[in-house]
């Protein structure tokens, strides 16, 4: 045996389960050299990395131009219908984009990424105190994908915070952390401005799947067909649920050997993710994994599996992942948004034809949580188990 195979050997006796419970940034506090083998991938699931932490190139560095981008306040002009295609091919091809002049303050995104920091930097005993294994929690701590399942941990550190779903969002205020003292102000006003902003978009995908067509005036309407279940999407959306996940990925000595998150993709319609600037997210584009460059106080727009049952499988939700590195810890706030958790998702009526016949089955979002209750989550197993063909 290697003198490098018994120090990690004796490093891995020292660190005990219930140490990694505690969460990554505990394990970095206490100075770890070596990675614990509870983090330790097969050698098939690890990302490739390079020995300074950076990711192989995986994909063709001309076609980045490629990867949409789209201006928010073009949809809001007389640009509006180019836009809109160019919205649908990005749900449909993609999966994701990019998304810029979108109007939230760049203030109000700077404070909620600062606070989430501070957060995380605070003691162990004070984060520890909304650590739970309870899925419908309003506010959890915890560690990895779902620690509770995971055979393999992941590099992170996670706080999922309810933000609305009747009731509104003043009455989950009392459940999230008081500290940092400004916690629970700075956050209120980013997930209200998220859900502003989230309520637009869906707006026009649901215009660019065809279902609404704008007026002058800037309303809608639904055009043609039996069936009103897209006439009520938005409104059940405006009341529907935001969960925001605030993940926090340590420096980590051997990134080479772990990923920050599993790839998966996000149960909801649409998720806004805010990054530092930080690389770490990848998407898998073409059977390929790229690394998305953060640009300055954009939001990354992620189709979710609730979409991609409602449009009856033309807008795909997307696998995606965390990498880490040795070097800077990165912040980012995921927020994930639906109808509300009683609510039934189904493929809208309208979209539903001889040639594109009903591809998934009813579900909700006790069906997500007893599914991930009950099994390790791996890509896009929960939406497979609701195909019909």
């Not at 509870?38 to 980045?64: C, T």
């Not at 000595?253 to 806004?272: A, C, K």
């Not at 001889?354 to 998934?360: F, G, I, K, S």
Request: glycine letters at 4%.
């Amino acid at each position: 045996m290697t003198e490098e195979m018994t120090r990690r050997e004796d490093d891995d006796d020292s660190i005990s389960e219930r140490e990694c419970h505690k969460g990554v940034k505990h394990l970095c506090e206490t100075g770890i050299a070596k990675l614990p083998k509870k983090y330790i991938l097969s050698e098939f699931d690890r990302p490739n990395l390079w020995k300074d932490g950076k990711p192989y190139s995986k994909f063709n560095e001309n076609d980045i131009h490629l990867l949409p981008v789209i201006d928010f306040s073009e949809l809001q002009g007389s640009n509006r219908p180019h836009v809109l295609k160019f919205l649908a091919n990005a749900c449909e091809k993609y999966g994701f984009f990019q998304l810029v002049n979108h109007g939230i303050c760049s203030d109000v995104i700077r404070s909620m990424m600062d606070v989430s920091r501070r957060f995380f930097e605070l003691p162990l005993e004070e984060r520890e105190k909304y650590m739970s294994s309870d899925t419908y929690s309003p506010v959890r701590y915890g560690t990895s994908f779902n620690q509770t399942k995971d055979a393999v941990f992941c590099w992170r550190d996670f706080l999922k915070l309810m933000c609305h779903d009747h009731p509104l969002l003043s009455d989950m205020l009392p459940h999230w952390p008081s500290s940092p003292s400004d916690f629970r102000e700075l956050v209120a006003s980013y997930a209200n401005e998220n859900k502003r902003l989230f309520l637009m978009l869906m707006e026009a995908i649901t215009e660019s799947l065809g279902l609404i067509t704008s007026r002058p005036n800037k309303q809608s309407t639904k055009t043609g067909g039996d069936g009103d279940q897209y006439e009520n999407i938005l409104e059940e959306l405006e009341n529907g649920s935001q969960l925001m996940v605030l993940n926090c990925y340590p420096t980590c000595p051997e990134p080479d050997l772990t990923l920050g998150m599993p790839p998966h993709s996000d149960y909801g319609f649409l998720t806004l993710l805010q990054q530092d600037d930080v690389a770490g997210l990848q998407i898998q584009f073409r059977e390929k994994w790229v690394t998305i460059e953060p640009i300055p106080d954009s939001f990354f727009v992620i189709v979710g599996d609730h979409l991609e049952i409602f449009s009856n499988g033309r807008y795909k939700s997307v696998l995606h992942r965390a990498i880490v590195n040795s070097v800077k810890s990165r912040i980012s706030v995921a927020s994930l948004h639906t109808v509300p958790y009683r609510t039934v998702v189904q493929p809208s009526p309208n979209l539903i034809n001889e040639a594109n016949p009903r591809r998934y089955m009813d579900t909700d979002f006790s069906c997500f949580l007893e599914y991930i209750s009950s099994c390790e989550p791996k890509k896009k197993n929960f939406l497979d188990s609701r195909k019909l063909i």
